[in-house]
T-cell receptor, first 112, second 117 residues
Framework: GEDVEQSLFLSVREGDSSVINCTYT??????LYWYKQEPGAGLQLLTY?????DMKQDQRLTVLLNKKDKHLSLRIADTQTGDSAIYFC????????????FGTGTQLKVEL | GAVVSQHPSWVICKSGTSVKIECRSL??????MFWYRQFPKQSLMLMAT?????????EQGVEKDKFLINHASLTLSTLTVTSAHPEDSSFYIC?????????????FGDGTRLSIL
């Protein structure tokens, strides 16, 4: 079955790097995604990675994928107060009809 | 690009009322749209997959007669909560995929907060 886990909460100081982790169980993942949700809003797609890639970098965001350990991480460099939000990882699986399975979400709090 | 508009953003209505929520893809054609429900401080729960021109596919435990989905065009899907009751109060979010470009991610609307009195 599909199960995607994240730590619930992360607190960092402004300017530091944030690393948000995600573990999943389904080995037939095709794509893995990171979404950001601010209070009362929908989800904003941040970045995504194909399952045969190890790393993807996009400006301040770096995604690392360890397929062997089924571990995904999102690193945010130079974290700003505007980065405070809930971050969800999600996976789509082969033959899954493009459905996404979401992680539990990580609340990132950026302190001055 | 890839903008999804959801309307209304907030609805308050009396118990027994039916409420319609619209989800539009503004700059792409979406053969598939998805409807989610989110409880406070929780993750998203997929309710159904909406396919243009055909019946929606509902997830286990979701009442299709309660949550009516219509996907009549490539840019519009609607979710109607019929005879809503307080337990239907929640945050409903839609997403859409651009079906014409291979493997595309889902893009989300801003959500609709539904409050049933």
């Amino acid at each position: 079955g599909e199960d995607v886990e994240q730590s619930l909460f992360l607190s960092v100081r402004e300017g530091d790097s944030s690393v948000i982790n995600c573990t999943y169980t389904d080995s037939s993942s095709t794509y893995l995604y990171w979404y950001k949700q601010e209070p009362g809003a929908g989800l904003q797609l941040l970045t995504y990675i194909f399952s045969n890639m190890d790393m993807k970098q996009d400006q301040r965001l770096t995604v690392l994928l360890n397929k062997k350990d089924k571990h995904l991480s999102l690193r945010i460099a130079d974290t700003q107060t505007g980065d405070s939000a809930i971050y969800f990882c999600a996976e789509s699986i082969t033959g899954g009809g493009n459905k996404l399975t979401f992680g539990t979400g990580t609340q990132l709090k950026v302190e001055l | 690009g890839a903008v999804v508009s959801q309307h209304p953003s907030w609805v308050i209505c009396k118990s027994g009322t039916s409420v319609k929520i619209e989800c539009r893809s503004l700059d792409f054609q979406a053969t598939t749209m998805f409807w989610y429900r989110q409880f406070p401080k929780q993750s998203l729960m997929l309710m159904a997959t909406s396919n243009e021109g055909s019946k929606a596919t509902y997830e286990q435990g979701v009442e299709k007669d309660k949550f009516l989905i219509n996907h009549a065009s490539l840019t519009l899907s609607t979710l109607t909560v019929t005879s809503a009751h307080p337990e239907d109060s929640s945050f409903y979010i839609c997403s859409a995929r651009d079906g014409g470009k291979g493997n595309q991610p889902q893009h989300f609307g801003d959500g609709t907060r539904l409050s049933i009195l």
